[in-house]
């Protein structure tokens, strides 16, 4: 997934990120099934999501050479 919009300068970076398709909002988890947070994210750029079908959970991927 290509994020292109950064997140604005002074946005409290304990809020999750969630992402909305189709009129549904999806929360984002990463390792552990922790929340993925403001905290979490670098910048805009290419990042790498696995959506499980079956357990509705949309994961970041990490980790990945």
């Given at each position: ?8 300068t ?30 979490d ?13 079956d ?11």
């Amino acid at each position: 997934m290509n994020l292109r919009q950064a997140i604005p300068t002074g946005t409290t970076t304990t809020l999750p990120i969630l992402f909305e398709t189709n009129g549904a909002t999806q929360e984002v988890t990463k390792f552990n099934g922790d929340p993925l947070t403001v905290a979490d994210i670098a910048g805009t750029g290419v990042y790498q999501f696995w959506f499980e079908r079956d357990t509705n959970t949309l994961q970041l991927m990490t980790g990945i050479v």
